[in-house]
């Protein structure tokens, strides 16, 4: 498993400059000034740096953006990288500067020089999460990840800072190797060993196996995963870091491969339905990030894993299956199958847990991808309260998070001549829909949201904190709702 490049808060030491190897980062602020380390580099380098700063190219730059100055004569490093960066970033100027030189990185040493500048923990983290990647499965070249210095006035202090963050990129990382981990390997059974093996990190884990689910009548949660050879699991993940409280509860879509069942899907793109646990990859994400920086809140995190195959045990369109609920289901379309497992498991968390809040997380539809694209989830609440929270924590992080409506007009849609209701709604609203299915499964009492990630958990070009791939999304958004909203 790929871990956080490897960095370290240092004092400043000027004399080793002339002799690092690597690369060298200085920021500059829109004023031009150089700090004490700039101005060290800019004399070794015979005024390089103050060339770049002087230059117009220099003046077009973005906060956060990169030039890189190529083997400068005065030096040994390979590079010098000037960052436009003012002394006071914002968090998301701070990051995009970090993802900057995790680009300009590759495999080799840096020193970092970010002096008194503020926020060097979140350049840090920027750096992580973009030097990211996921070579798990590549046989060949397998270079070491290069090491970053950061040096600064204050090093214990902006290590203190750090802590917290660093413990969200191990989140994100998790999250990302769920999701980008092909589905031979990550079946229902890995998908629970690796939740389990979070025990060590001071986490509860509880793994309820078919014959757990079916004594529990999760009927239609189980009526996706019985045309699989992979059997179907509930993983109750709990982190109790908020004495008596009832706690928060997270739900993921944990579908480790999504054929569509009989309703198959096309050949074109099947194989991106290895990313049909992501809702579940968030949940484990964030549950791994606050048991890592031990957060004084109590959430509780279930998955719901099951893989939607077509075999001879399958089941049909047309079959009705009675829900934990109670309510049954006509499933015209195998295909949407997570709203079936969503359903089971939201009423679990329910009945158990009575949480204060409930947030779901799923690969839902293809529909929110047509509505929104790559640039923002779905958010679709039955509280003003909790969704403003939500949308607020996500614009925070930089995560794009867009609410849709729910109304009883779509939830008719979902009206069943045999049945309490059919699966799917019609050709129109196919977001809207799948929400409304899920809130038949939430009690009225219950704050709630729905995400729909079918766009954002995985992309196919590089996001500003991510390579192509899965993104994480949603854990540093979730993270910081429960920071700034249920802890102390
Ligand atoms: N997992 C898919 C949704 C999806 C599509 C996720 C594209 C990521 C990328 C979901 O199970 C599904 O198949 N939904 C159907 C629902 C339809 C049958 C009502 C869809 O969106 O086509
Ligand atoms: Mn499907
Ligand atoms: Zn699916």
């Avoid at 995560?399 to 109304?407: Q, T």
């Avoid at 196919?460 to 802890?487: H, Q, S």
Wanted: hydrophobic share 45%; glycine share 12%.
């Amino acid at each position: 498993m790929p871990t956080p490049a490897e960095i370290q808060f240092k004092d400043i030491s000027l004399d080793t400059l002339a002799d690092a190897a690597g690369g060298i980062v200085v920021f500059v602020g829109a004023d031009g000034k150089l700090d004490q380390g700039a101005r060290r580099i800019n004399a070794l380098s015979r005024k390089a740096v103050a060339r770049c700063v002087a230059s117009p190219a220099f003046e077009k730059m973005a906060e956060g953006d990169l030039v890189s100055l190529g083997y400068p004569s005065g030096l040994s490093a390979e590079a010098v990288c000037v960052v436009k960066l003012g002394r006071r970033p914002s968090v998301s100027a701070a990051r995009k500067a970090g993802a900057q030189i995790a680009k300009a990185q590759g495999n080799a040493d840096f020193v970092v020089l970010a002096g008194n500048i503020q926020r060097a923990e979140e350049i840090a983290l920027g750096l992580a999460l973009r030097g990211y990647s996921f070579d798990d499965h590549k046989t060949a070249d397998p270079k070491p990840k290069g090491k970053v210095t950061f040096m600064v006035a204050r090093p214990e202090a902006v290590a203190k800072a750090a802590g917290p963050l660093a413990a969200i990129a191990e989140g994100v990382f998790f999250t990302r190797d769920l999701v980008n981990e092909p589905a031979n390997i990550l079946t229902t059974d890995d998908f629970a060993a690796r939740l389990a093996a979070m025990q060590e990190l001071g986490l509860d884990v509880e793994i309820l196996e078919e014959d757990d689910l079916k004594r529990l009548g999760m009927r239609t949660l189980l009526s996706v995963g019985q045309g699989s050879d992979s059997p179907s699991k509930v993983v109750v993940m709990s982190w109790k870091g908020g004495g008596d409280a009832a706690p928060f509860a997270l739900v993921g879509k944990g579908v480790v491969f999504d054929t569509g069942g009989i309703s198959l899907k096309p050949a074109g793109g099947m194989e991106e339905m290895t990313m049909d646990m992501g809702g579940a990859g968030v949940v484990a994400g964030v549950m791994r990030t606050l048991a890592l920086r031990k957060a004084k809140a109590n959430v509780v995190g279930l998955v719901g894993l099951v893989e939607n195959m077509p075999s001879g045990g399958a089941t049909r369109p047309g079959d009705v299956v009675r829900s934990m609920k109670g309510d049954t289901v006509e499933i015209i379309n195998t295909d949407a199958e997570g709203r079936l497992v969503l359903a089971d498991v939201l009423w679990y968390a329910q009945e158990r847990f009575k949480p204060v809040g409930m947030i779901n997380l799923a690969t839902l539809t293809g529909a929110v991808i047509t509505a929104l694209g790559h640039e923002n989830a779905g958010v679709f609440s039955n509280s003003d309260a909790l969704c403003d929270r939500f949308l607020k924590a996500a614009a925070a992080e930089g995560e794009g998070a867009w609410r849709l409506p729910l109304a009883p007009a779509y939830d008719a849609l979902l009206k069943s001549r045999i049945a309490d209701m059919k699966n799917v709604g019609g050709r129109t609203a196919g977001a809207i829909t799948a929400a409304q299915f899920l809130q038949r499964f939430v009690k009225e009492d219950v704050p709630w949201i729905h995400l729909d990630i079918a766009g954002t958990a995985a992309v196919k070009k590089e996001t500003a904190l991510a390579p192509a791939g899965a993104t994480g999304w949603g854990v540093l958004a979730l993270n910081r709702l429960i920071a700034d909203n249920y802890e102390g």
